[in-house]
C-alpha cells in the first residue's frame, strides 16, 4: 500500500504490519503520555497486566476483567457468574513414593521458572490484545453502510473531498447531495441552461464544514488504490430511523430541499416524515452562519426536532445556533445501536484508561472507544475510571456495532465548522521531528520544529517492512520527515520518513508551477490529447496541438503508452486538479526565461510562445499561465505581409521580444522583429483595426487608447477587445473649452479609462466621455425605446445638430427630438448657431409626442429644465471643468513633454512670479518673462498694471489670474491688493462683495472686497445656459455678490463660489401654475392619494425600478426596495417582474416629473406626480396602508431613524469611479453611499469595483452615520462601522518612512501608523520593499486614543484563523523577553555603551561591543559602518531586568549559531587570542587616561 495525498481522488489506505512484535523495553513507552508521560501507573495496574500473583486464578480473574472492559462494541457485556477457577487438585496418597529433598527443591525451582515465562507470555498478549482494542481506523477496517463524521477538506464541481478520522480520506459525488440537489442537476442536463436556483458544490459547502456521511462503496482507482465513496443523502444517512423513532429534541443533519414563502422543507431521510423549518427559526443561523444569505436548495443543516405530530408525520425543525450547540442526546430520546448517529454529544463515563485511549459508557447500556488522537489534549493524562465526560460519536460499524467517539472540545458543540485547511507547510521537509510517543500497532506522535503535533503511520516510517526498526524511534530521538497531508478531524499533520516521498520533487499539484521541466509515463493516447502519468496521484494532459512542433497526424506512430516522456507545465490549476503539458521540443529545451505573468513581461524581454491564432490584424502568441499577447500586422516582420493567416498556423512555436506592457488590463504588445527592434519611445504601439468579432451595448464601459488624432475627433482602440472606434471632439467632456484642450493635449498612446460607448450600428462604433451622459446612462434616466417616452421627462443629450428652426437633440440609445426655435431659450433667439454648438451637453423636456410620425418635441428653456437648488448645479458645474482641468494638468506632468508644456502644467492661478517686463504696448498692457515662463506668452492688461510705471527690463512681481493651456497664455496682474491680501477666516455659505478680475469661457476670475483672495465663479449655471446679451455678461472690474462654496483654494489654486443671490439672473423666470397644467405635466395629472390600491401592467424592468402602466396615461414607479418584504442578499428583486405581468400595488409617494425626485404625500404638486408604488406582500394586505406613514420632505428627517451599528438592506446603483465610492439605495427616498476602503476585506474586489457590484444587487451593509450634506447614509459593507481596538479593515498606504514604517489611509478620514514590527509574523531583512504608495492593505486596529490610530498587518492580527506560524511574536511588553531566547529585530541606533536593538515597537535591547563580535575592534565608528540604523539583526536574550526595563543580547556566533556581522576579511584580531588579549588591555589602558585627564580637567570647575 502506497500513501495518497490530499490532492488525489485516491484515498489513504495505511494499514498496519501484522505480527510486528513491539521494540524490547517499549512496554512503559506505551504506558507514556502521547505529551510526555500522560498515563501515570496507578495502583493495581500491575495486577491488570498480569504482574505473578499467588495464584493462578487471581491471574484468570485479571484477564477476565480485561475483556469485560473492552468489549468490541454494542452492549456491555455482563461478567459470568458462578464460574470458578479450577484449582490443581492434589491427591492425598500415603502409599506414594517420597522423592529426596534435592530432587523436590530442584523440581520447585523448575516449575517457578515455568511459570515466569509464562505469565511474561500472557502479560504480552494482554497488552497486545489492548491495543488491538484500540487501533485506529483503516480503509480496510470500512464497510458499506457505515456511518462517519467528516469535515469538508475541498469543493469541486462534481464532488466533495471530506476528511474522515485518523487520517482518512473520502469522496461525495454531485449524485450523492440529495433527492432535491440531483433533480435539478437533472433538469439543468436535460434543458442545457443554467439554473438561478442551483448552486454550486463550493458555495453551499465551504472547507470546515462537519457532516454526517455514510459509506456507499469501496473501490480501487486504475493505480490500485482503494477510494472510499460516501454519500450525505439523508435517505442513506438517517435510513434506520422510522416515524415512531423520532422524538422531540433530536439532533438530525437535514437538506433543504425546498423554499417556501414561511420557511423551507427540510429532507431529513425519513420515509413518511415531513420537515418543516419556519423563517424565524432560521434568521439567527442566516445571519451568523451564512452571511445574511437566504437558504438554498442542498444546504446541509444540522437541524433540532423542537414538535413532533402525527406520530412522527410532521416535524418543526429550529437550526438556532445556541440552540443546536446546546443539544445532547438522552435516554429518553430512545435512541438504539440500530439507529445511532454520528455527530451526536452524549454524557459517558470513563471504563478504562490505557496507553492507546479509553472506552467509555453512554446512554446507560451502550459502549464505546476513544482512540488517542481524540483524547481532549487540555485533558491527557487526567482522566479516571467512572469519570463523566462529554463526548461526540464519530463513527457506527453497521455490523459489529462498535462505536468510536472524540473528546475534543471542537465536535462538542453541534453545528460549528473546523478550522480550515492549513496547508502552507504540507509538502515541506522537516529535518528534525522528535518522537513524543510509539504506539506499536498503529504508528508514531512526533512534534514538529514549530512545536505541532504530527502523526506517521508505520506504513510511512521506513521504505520496506523489512527496513522497519521499532527500537529506532525511542521516545526524543530525532528523525526526518515530509508533511504529506494535514487531518482537519485530527488537527494533525501526517508524515512521512519514506525516502522516496522526502526526495520526491512534488507530492501535489500546488507544488507545480507553470514553466516547470516534469518527467512521466504515457497513460492513454486519446482524440483530444494525451494522459501523462507525472507522479502516482498527478496527472497531466497534453493537447493535440502540443504533441509536437508540428502537428501529429498520427501520435500512436511517435509515442506508445507506458513511455516515458519530458514535458514542461503550461497550466496549473491546483483547485481543479488539473495540469496542461507541452510536448514541443522547442519549448521544452528552450533557454530562454519563462513567461508566467504579465508583470513580468518588462520590455525587452525575448523569450518563446506559440501561436493560437493568426488573422489580418496580426497573430495572438501565448505563454504559461494563459499569459497571451498580440504581435500587431506591422511587427511580424521587416517586409510586409498582406494576409498572416497563410504565413502563420495555430501551435507554431515562435521567438518574441516585448514591446509594451500593461499588467493592470492584461495587455501585452509584441514583436517578431528582434534584430531590427529598439524597444524605445512609441515605436510599434500603434495597434491596427481589429476585424469586428465582438459587439458594443449602449452604456458598456471601456478603456480605450489613442492611436490617431482626426479633424473631428480621435481614433482609438477599445483595449479589452483590440476593436477600433471614433470619440468625437465635442464627446470629450461636458464642457466645450476642457473638449478643445483634451484634443490639444492628448497623444497617440495615451489611455482614457472609463469610456461610454454610445452606438454600435453598421460597424462603425462611437464613443462618449461626457459625464452627464454616463451618469444618466448609469442612474437609468435614459429612454430605450419611443415607448417609454411620457410627456415632461427631463433628458439629458447632445446637439446633433443645428438647423435655422431649431436644434435636433439626441439621447442614448438613438432617439432624438427638436427643439423648435420658440422653445430653445427664454429670451429671443435671433441666430439659432448663437445659442448652441453641435455636441454641446444639454437638458431637454419632453413637451409632446407623434406616436405615428415617430417624433419627439422637446423644450431647453432654463425655466423648463433648471433645478430647485440652482446654486448647487451652478457649484457642480464649476467643479466638474476644474476637475477636468486638473486631470490634463496632471496628463502634462506625466509626460516628457516640451519646457513650454511643463511651464503650463507647473502654474497655478494665485502663484506669485518674479518676471522681468518685456514690452510695454500703447494700450497699457504688458508682456513679461521669465524662465519659469519659458515659450509662454504672460500679459497683464492696462487695468492689471494698475498705476505701476514698467519699463522694458524692470523686474516685477505678479500674481497669476488664469493660465490658458490652450493657447499657452498666462494672466497676471500687478494690483497690490492681490499681490498682498489680508488674512481672514472665512466660512462656507458666507456672502461676500468681490470684484471681477478675469473673465474666461466657462468661469470668471473674481477677487474677495474683504481680503483680496481669488475666487472663481461660473459664468454659466446650467448646461443650457450659453447666451446671454452683452448688458448681462460679467466684465473686467465690475463689483458681485458671491457666496463662497469652499474656503479652502486646495488644487485649483483658488475659491470657488457662486454668484449671488443677491441679484438673480434676468432670464431665470418662475413658472406659474398655469402654464404647469397647459404643459407637460396636465398629461400625468392624478387623482390618487396615499394608501391608494392600483392595478397595472407592468412596461418594462430596470435594475432598480419597474415602470408600470396605470392607464393609457399615467405611468407609476416601483423601487426595488418595494418588491419584497425579505430580500434575499446578492438577488436582483426587479428580475421577478417580467413585462406584461399583471400587477396590483399601493400608493406610498410620488416622484417629480421633472427632477425624478421623490416626493412625499404631503408635497403641494403631488397630485402631479408619477406615482410611487409598492406590491410587498406586507404593503398590500387589508391593514398594510395603515402601516404606512407619510414621510417627510426634509431629507434628514429621513435619515433619523437609522443609527450607527444598524444592518440594512441596500441596492447597487452604480460605482462612481471619481468620488470612489459605491451608490446605493435603501429605499425610493433614503439613498447611501459605501466609500472604497468599506466595500470588501479583500483587495482584490477594491481593484474593480464594477465588476463586484451589479446594478439593481441586494447587499447587507452596516450604518455608520450620514455624510456631510445630510442628504445620504454612509455605509460599510464589511460591517465596520467605527474604528475601535480590534477592527480589522483595508487601508491605503499613504507613506513609507524608511526604518519606522506606514502611514495608512483608513475609513472615516482617519489615519494610521503602522511599525515595522506590524508589517508582517516573520521580520525580513527590508519589511518596507514590498510597500508603495497607494497599495491596498489589510489591517486590524490595536488602539485607537487622542485620535492616534495604531495599526497592524501582522496576519495573525488581520487573520485570526490563519494557521500559518508566527516566527516573530509580538512583545507588546519587556515580560515578553525570555532570557535564553533567540529573538530577531532592527538596529536603532550605535552609542557610547552599545549597539542598540529594537525587538519591538515598545522594547529595546542592548548588545554590549563585546557581545557584537568576537573580534577587539578599538573604532565605535566601524560599528557604525558595518551595523547602520535598519539593518536585520537575530540575536540571544542575556538577561532580563522586568524592574528596570532592561534587556542585554548578544549576537556572538556561538550564542545564535549565524554568522559574524563584521567579515573575517577586516582582518581583526579575535578576542581569544593573544594579540586580541594585549590590544584589549592596551585599549583598556588609554581609556583609563583619558578618563583620568578629563576628571583633572573637570577638577578646577568644581573647586570654582
Known sequence: MHWVPSCSPEVATPGDWEGTEPPAGRVTGLQSSWFGSWFPCRAGDNDRWGVPQSSVAQRNTNMASIEENFPRGGTQKKPSEGKAPRRPIEQDNLFDTQYEEG??????????????????????????????????????????????????????????????????????????????????????????????????????????????????????????????????????????????????????????????????????????????????????????????????????????????????????????????????????QNWALSNLLPGLVVKAQVQKVTANGISLSFLSSFTGIVDFMHLDPKKVGSYSESQTVKACILSVHPTSKAVRLTLRQVFLQPGTGLGQLASSRIGMVVEESVVKSFHANTGVIFELDDGTLAFARLKHLSDTKKSFKPGAFKVGSKHRCRIIDYSLMDELALLSLKHQIIAAPFLRYQDICPGRVVEGKVLALKPFGMQVKVTDHIRGLVPHLHLADVLLKQPEKKYSVGGEVKCRVLISNPEEKKLILTLKKTLVMSKFPVLTSYEAAKPGLITHGFIVCAREFGCIVKFYNDVKGLVPKNELSSEPIPSPEKVFYKGQVVKVIVLKCEPEQEKLLLSFNLISRTVSGAEGEQIPKKSRQVAYETGQMVDVKVLKKKDNGLEVSILSDNVSAHLPTMHLSDHVVNCKLLYHWLQEGDILRRVMCLSDKGGHITLCRKPAMISAVQEEQVVRSFSEIQPGMQLAGYVRNIMSYGVFVEFPFGLAGLAPKADMSDKFVTDTKDHFVVGQTVVANVTSMDEEKQRILLCLKLSEVSSEDPAAESLSFLSQCFEEMKEIRDTMRRRNHSKVAQNLCGLMPGQKLDLVVQEVRWDGSAFFNGSCVAGLTVTATRYHVGDKSLVAGQKARVLVLHVDALKSVVHVSLREELLNPKAKRLMENSQHPAVVQHVAEEFAIASLVETGQLTAIPVASHFNDTFRFDSEKLKVGQTVSVTLKTVLTGDHGVLLAVQGPAKKRAFIRSRKESETGEEGLAAVKHSLCFGDVVKGTVKSVRPTYVTVAIDDKLMGSIHTSQILDEVPIGSFPTSRLKAGQKVTARVIGGRDVKTYRYLPITHPHFTQSIPELSIRPSDLKEDGGAALSPKGDNPSERLRPYKAGQTVTCFVKKYNAIKMWLEVDITPEVRGRVPQLLLSLNPKVLKHPEKSFKNGQALSATVTGTDASETNLCLSLTGVHSLAEGTVTLGTVMKVTPHVGLTVALPFGKTGKASIFHLSDSYAEQPLKNFSIGKLVRCCVLSNEDNKIEISLRQSRTNPKSKNKVEDPEMTRIEDVREGQLVRGYVRSVRQSGVFCGLSSSVVGRIQFHKVVPFFIPKQSLYEQYMPEGMFLTAKVLSVNNTESHVELSLLPEDTGKPSVLPESLGLPRCDTDKGKEKRVEFKKVKAKQKRRVSEGEQPVFDL
Open 103 to 332: 530432587s523436590q527443591k530442584r523440581k520447585r525451582i523448575q516449575e517457578d521458572q515455568g511459570k515466569g515465562k509464562k505469565l511474561k507470555e500472557e502479560k504480552k498478549e494482554a497488552i497486545k490484545a489492548n491495543a488491538k482494542d484500540f487501533e485506529l481506523l483503516t480503509v480496510e477496517a470500512l464497510s458499506e453502510g457505515m456511518l462517519l463524521l467528516g469535515c469538508v477538506k475541498e469543493s469541486n464541481d462534481f464532488e466533495l473531498v471530506i476528511s474522515l478520522p485518523n487520517g482518512l480520506t473520502g469522496f461525495v459525488q454531485v449524485t450523492h447531495i440529495c433527492d432535491a440537489y440531483s433533480k435539478m442537476l437533472n433538469e439543468q442536463v436535460a434543458t442545457e441552461e443554467l439554473l438561478e436556483d442551483l448552486n454550486s458544490l463550493s458555495d453551499l459547502y465551504p472547507p470546515g464544514m462537519l457532516v454526517r456521511c455514510t459509506v456507499t462503496s469501496m473501490g480501487k482507482t486504475m493505480d490500485g488504490h482503494q477510494s472510499v465513496k460516501l454519500s450525505i443523502n439523508p435517505k442513506d444517512v438517517n435510513k434506520a430511523l422510522n416515524t415512531t423513532a423520532l422524538r422531540s429534541g433530536m439532533l438530525l443533519s437535514g437538506l433543504v430541499s425546498s423554499v417556501e414563502d414561511h420557511g423551507y422543507l427540510i429532507d431529513i431521510g425519513v420515509s413518511g416524515a415531513k420537515a418543516f423549518l419556519p423563517r424565524q427559526k432560521s434568521q439567527s443561523y442566516i445571519k451568523l452562519a451564512n452571511k445574511g444569505a437566504e437558504l438554498k436548495i442542498g444546504q446541509y443543516l444540522n437541524c433540532l426536532i423542537e414538535e413532533v405530530k402525527n406520530n412522527g408525520r410532521i416535524l418543526r425543525l429550529s437550526i438556532t445556533r445556541s440552540e443546536v450547540a446546546a443539544a445532547i442526546a438522552t435516554e429518553e
